[in-house]
């Protein structure tokens, strides 16, 4: 019975991120768009976009291969899965312990090493410019974060997600400075994962600027509406890990107590609204940066991470 | 007894070398080739059964037989650590040989590869076993002169003679090194035997010493840098079965060396080796796999992608020395098993990926990337298991190299109990540089798959390439079956190695074979923990999942057009990407400072219709700094003393006379 | 509460690291005055918090001249010079920022080793806010040495001064004497800079250090 119940909550865990990731970048443009004094699109368009894509014929390149039409349902997959694991309105799912945070990221990457193969499939020059800039961007992005899970992992004690928010929630964790070095790290390896202003556009369409657009240039149909939702999926992980780790208060611990439950899921929409509200004015305030100004900015992520990873060895308070 | 079994099987390998010879002259067409391999693989898998069974047995069995020295005889032993590495030589092996049967029928100049093959798994064999100092130097003697042979088979090539120079130079000061540690080992007794060494307690000065030494010869053989100058070389340079056995299974009996001299016979280890090792690790990860993502030879990427995994089993290695010698049983444990766990990955997947590239270079003819493209379309199957190669090599779950991955970085997490200073400094600083290589190693192979296989063809060769034959898929579908269960059921390998751990380090991983679910937890139970299978029943389910509902509910028409392109018509294949515009990103941000990598734009002058050109300038640091000036600094001595040769009678009976009269001081004045 | 106060203190250190860092980062003239202006500001909060702390009030009177001159007076009349001499825009860092950061954290590690070996016995909390301290110390100095402009130099020179501020406040207070003292020091200092970059800028069309090696008469 309680086997059953927790089935239940995991399957409520993958339900609630799937319907809410659309809702989320409606929401931010929204924001972005109230920001510059527009009206902006209504906050239920990314799912009329999607059903529309849906419905949609696939129009293929005529030399794309049996990879690319897998691509789509495989980074979907991947991602999905990747978003179920990171605790939003509950800690302590049923399938938490079968990967780590470590794991959660390397999943991420099997989603993004497949992506940029589908760039190159068609064998056009913007797929090539996509998966060569997102390469590069990913190979300071990955040790970044990698680094800043050593940090929380050396504060908290464990990789388990499900450990590390009960004890950023608990009264022992104190103000740290490797925490505060960590989330701002963090923040850029966000920004920057999710193809969000300074480090790419998700708006444009111009080959100079395109990173993440420009792979995904060939696709249509189904399976662009799929990679729409993964990238929603994506933001969606981010902004949930960022609030599990730095603002966990709210989670409900590992029980069956409605009450705790509803006040779970009401805190999780809060921190999304926030981090939304957030993401907009920062994407708003600031300008992107010139491709090859991005590995200094990611850089600096790297840097701080792994002064943040330094200090933690050297000291136990720091 | 599975030592005295063993031997005669081995003794059957290096028999079939001969026998290569004889076949050789028999008209029918490939009999000496099928032979050869057929028989190597029979007895390789026989080899690899008897190591695994020795490995569960978890018992030591030795032999010494009247051969070599006479006051030494030769010393065999297979124990834990020797039964491991066996399954993994065996395997590799046995792999080979069957991707040869296939691939071998190809060869121009079988008769220069066919004799040198068996003996050359025979002497690795041997290594392994070698329970005394001079049977593991001459086996490794041997293991260096077959594989040289192999390496110059190809000798119309002046490249391949140029590799094979200088892979014979660094193979013989390696063996000078581990020469010098053994007979340092012995001591002044002179007893080379392993049981010996091991009984003897060496002052302090001495085990450094040969703790240096050891790490030279087996990390030149393994390739760590800045001794790796060799590798890519001479692993291009061999035929592809002979490659994939050098870098995945040669490499290892280095890392076998390294262990049995530094784990096993030397005892308890000092702080500092540690640090050495880390650094060495650190750096051999970081730079391979840079070097690897500047080149364009598909073979030369795998070669240099080769030195990157040695680092990073040598940096799982030199944090298990570090546990060992603040006297950390169970963590020492848990890094010398992701190192061991990545030692039979990557034997796995590097030699899965020689293997793909050997069948691309018989379809197509040519190893340069740059010539190729589309190639998913000519050859499914091969695209197939490559890309699962690539896909493991870049460790992404739920294959097996995340799962040594995950655990080395699980290991770095318990370093902050290590008191010493230089340590805490280090161990984050070699956790960021792996990080770093594994994102770069994902690049890498983003590139070297979507390059050759993706895309449009970019050449003829590449427009008509066709599969191999069923034979070298059969050894490649196998390979990759073995990567997909190893990442999909780590416990079990883990639980095999506890024996082999137990020995060495002196403590093991806790069980896993109780485990829910079949997770994997390195540390206990509700700490942490990954599992494999169900992330792989996950992603299945999902997956078909949303295609099934997709299909049913949406719509599942497909049409054929044009690549879009932003409505640009298209110019044909040579718009697309090539291998060095990949690379361009990751070499103007690591390259320009560590290679010193310059884009050099030549224009004609106004007026001519010759064709501007852009070249890329690299300079390979190491290369510069380290093996020219030596290179110089020999060539000039050679030249001063050349003046030896033309003295007079006179000049060279005085320094006889000179000579003789130092020594006889020597021996007056020594107390 | 000693658990709490113990985290604020290192965490607005930590800040301060953090902001020198920032530092190290910018390479345009302005955004260097205005990263300045907020490590004046951290620097004056983190004094502040120690007069809170220690309860020791003329402490407050060092947070306030932090805040006023360096955090205010300063880079408004740093902002000005930059501006009348033009070279608001200038990118002026020697080596690239990334080999930067690499050489700025093998600093801060050197820096906490020296420090946390050296003072073994000391209390822990005015143990690590040294080693922060000495942190500031060396990336202000990193500052002076990969800045082109004279400018630049000056803010690095700020900047160490800062970090010395942080270590003499984190050692349970300093006497106010001393700080006039440094504080009116300062001042003259920059009048005096400032009188020599005009005349430098007069005379030789220039602040950049490189071009000058030029006129030092002496063969290269």
């Known amino acids: 019975m309680a086997v059953i119940r927790e089935i239940a909550f995991q399957g409520m865990q993958m339900l609630l991120v799937l319907l809410l990731a659309p809702l989320l970048t409606g929401f931010v443009r929204k924001v972005k768009a109230r920001l510059l004094r527009r009206q902006g699109p209504p906050l239920l368009q990314p799912y009329r976009d999607l059903i529309r894509l849906l419905r949609k014929d696939v129009v293929l390149a005529d030399n794309a291969s049996w990879l690319f039409r897998v691509i789509p349902y495989f980074i979907f997959a991947a991602t999905w899965i990747a978003a179920s694991l990171v605790p939003t309105f509950r800690s302590g799912l049923l399938f938490s312990w079968s990967a780590d945070l470590i794991a959660v990221i390397a999943v991420l990457g099997s989603a993004r090493f497949a992506l940029a193969l589908a760039g190159l499939d068609a064998g056009t020059a913007f797929g090539g410019i996509g998966s060569s800039r997102e390469v590069m961007i990913a190979s300071l992005a990955e040790p970044a974060m990698l680094m800043i899970v050593f940090t929380l992992a050396l504060i908290a004690g464990s990789t388990q997600l499900s450990t590390m928010a009960a004890f950023m929630n608990s009264p022992e964790v104190g103000l740290r400075v490797s925490l505060g070095l960590g989330l701002i790290a963090l923040i850029i390896v966000a920004i920057a994962e999710n193809a969000r202003i300074p480090v790419d556009n998700p708006a444009t369409h111009l080959e100079l600027t395109m990173v993440h657009e420009a792979m995904v240039l060939e696709y249509s149909g189904r399976h662009l509406a799929l990679i729409e939702l993964s990238a929603a999926l994506k933001l969606l992980l981010y902004v949930s890990l960022i609030a599990c780790l730095f603002a966990p208060w709210g989670i409900s611990p590992p029980s069956a107590e409605p009450i705790l439950l509803i006040g779970g899921v009401a805190a999780y929409l809060a921190k999304l609204a926030a981090g939304g509200i957030l993401l907009a004015i920062f994407e708003t305030a600031i300008a992107k940066m010139r491709v090859f100004r991005v590995p200094g900015f990611l850089g600096a992520a790297l840097m701080l991470a792994l002064l943040a990873t330094l200090l933690r060895f050297v000291s136990r308070s720091f | 007894m599975t030592v005295v079994t063993a031997l005669i099987g081995v003794a059957g390998l290096a028999a079939l070398g001969p026998l290569a010879v004889v076949l050789g002259v028999c008209p029918a067409k490939h009999a000496a080739s099928n032979v050869t391999y057929g028989l190597s693989l029979i007895v390789s898998l026989m080899l690899c059964t008897i190591a695994l069974l020795s490995l569960f047995d978890a018992q030591s069995t030795t032999v010494t037989l009247p051969l070599g020295l006479p006051w030494l005889g030769a010393h065999f032993r297979i124990d834990a650590l020797a039964s491991f590495f066996l399954v993994v030589v065996n395997l590799g092996g046995a792999a080979a040989s069957l991707f040869a049967l296939g691939y071998g029928r190809h060869e121009h100049a079988p008769q220069r590869v066919l004799p040198f093959y068996p003996v050359y798994l025979a002497a690795m064999n041997l290594v392994v076993m070698a329970d005394d100092a001079f049977s593991f130097l001459v086996s490794w003697e041997f293991m260096s002169l077959t594989s040289w042979a192999l390496v110059i088979a190809n000798h119309q090539l002046h490249e391949n003679m140029r590799a094979g120079f200088v892979y014979l130079l660094m193979a013989s000061f390696g063996t000078l090194t581990l020469l010098l540690a053994f007979g340092l080992l012995a001591g002044p007794g002179g007893n080379y035997s392993f049981d010996a060494i091991r009984a003897a307690h060496p002052a302090a000065g001495v085990a450094a010493l040969t703790f240096v030494l050891a790490l030279t010869g087996t990390g030149s053989k393994a390739g760590l840098v800045p001794l790796h100058a060799w590798l890519p070389l001479a692993h291009p340079a061999a035929p592809s079965h002979v490659s994939a056995l050098m870098s995945g299974v040669m490499t290892k009996v280095a890392v076998y060396g390294f262990l049995r001299i530094v784990f096993d016979l030397l005892g308890t280890p000092d702080w500092w080796w540690s640090i050495l090792v880390l650094a060495l690790g650190g750096m051999s990860a970081v730079m391979g796999v840079l070097y690897a993502l500047m080149q364009r030879d598909l073979k030369r990427v795998l070669a240099y992608s080769t030195i990157e995994n040695i680092g990073i089993i040598f940096a799982a290695l030199g944090l298990a020395l570090a546990f060992k010698s603040e006297g950390l049983a169970w963590a020492a444990a848990l890094a010398l098993t992701a190192g061991l766990f990545h030692v039979f990955n990557h034997a796995l997947f590097k030699s899965l990926l020689f293997f793909g590239a050997g069948s691309l270079l018989n379809a197509t003819g040519t190893r340069d990337m740059e010539q190729l493209g589309g190639l998913i379309h000519r050859m499914p199957q091969t695209a197939l298991v490559f890309l699962v190669g690539c896909a493991a090599i870049s460790a992404l779950p739920p294959l097996n190299g995340f799962v040594s991955e995950w655990l080395t970085f699980q290991a770095i997490l318990q370093s902050p109990q290590l008191p010493s200073w230089g340590l805490k400094l280090m161990v984050p600083a070699v956790g960021a540089l792996l990080a770093l290589s594994a994102a770069l190693a994902a690049a890498c192979f983003v590139r070297a798959f979507g390059i050759s296989f993706l895309g449009r063809a970019r050449s003829p060769a590449a427009e008509n390439a066709r599969e191999p034959d069923a034979l070298s898929l059969a050894a490649m579908y196998a390979v990759a079956a073995l990567c997909l269960t190893a990442g999909i059921l780590p416990g079990f390998f883990i639980d095999s190695l506890a024996p082999v751990v137990q020995a060495l380090a002196g403590g093991r991983m806790p069980v896993q074979a109780g485990v829910e679910w079949l997770s994997i937890v390195p540390i206990a139970e509700g700490h942490s923990s990954y599992n494999g299978l169900l992330l792989f029943i996950f992603l299945i389910i999902s997956g078909g999942v949303a295609s099934f509902a997709i299909h049913r509910l949406a719509s599942n028409k497909i049409r054929r057009g044009p690549a879009w392109g932003c409505g640009y018509p298209d110019a044909g294949p040579t718009t697309q990407y090539t291998a060095d515009s990949f690379a361009q990103p990751i070499r103007r941000v690591f390259g320009t400072v560590l290679f010193r990598a310059r884009e050099i734009g030549e224009m004609p002058p106004p007026g001519s219709t010759a064709p501007a050109r852009l070249k890329v300038e690299l300079h390979d640091p190491i290369w510069e700094t380290l093996y020219e000036p030596i290179a110089a600094g020999v060539s000039l001595a050679a030249e001063r003393l050349n003046y030896l040769q033309f003295l007079t009678i006179r000049s060279y009976l005085s320094l006889v006379f000179v000579a003789l009269v130092l020594l006889l001081l020597v021996l007056a004045i020594w107390p | ?220």
């Open chain 3, 1 to 220: 509460m000693r658990g709490l106060s113990f985290d604020i203190a290192h965490m607005l250190a930590g800040s301060l690291v953090v902001v020198s860092f920032l530092q190290l980062y910018q390479d345009r003239l302005s955004a260097l005055i205005n990263v300045f202006a907020a490590h004046a500001l951290v620097l004056a909060l983190s004094v502040a918090w120690q007069a809170f702390a220690q309860d020791a009030p003329h402490l407050y009177i060092t947070a306030v001249i932090a805040l006023v001159f360096k955090a205010i007076v300063i880079p408004v009349a740093l902002r000005r010079i930059v501006v009348r001499l033009g070279i608001h825009r200038e990118i002026e860092t020697v080596v690239g920022v990334g080999l930067t950061m690499l050489v700025g954290i093998a600093l801060v590690a050197l820096s906490m080793v020296v420090m946390l070996r050296v003072t073994a016995e000391a209390d822990p909390l005015a143990r690590e806010d040294l080693a922060f301290a000495l942190s500031v110390v060396l990336l202000g100095l990193l500052v002076m040495v990969t800045r082109r402009n004279a400018v630049g130099q000056v803010i690095g020179f700020m900047s160490l001064e800062n970090g010395l501020v942080l270590a003499a406040t984190g050692a349970k207070g300093m006497p106010s004497v001393v700080e006039f003292s440094v504080a009116f020091s300062v001042l003259i200092a920059f009048i005096v800079i400032g009188i020599f970059l005009f005349r430098i800028r007069e005379r030789f069309d220039t602040v950049d250090m490189q071009a000058m090696d030029r006129f030092r008469g002496e063969q290269r």
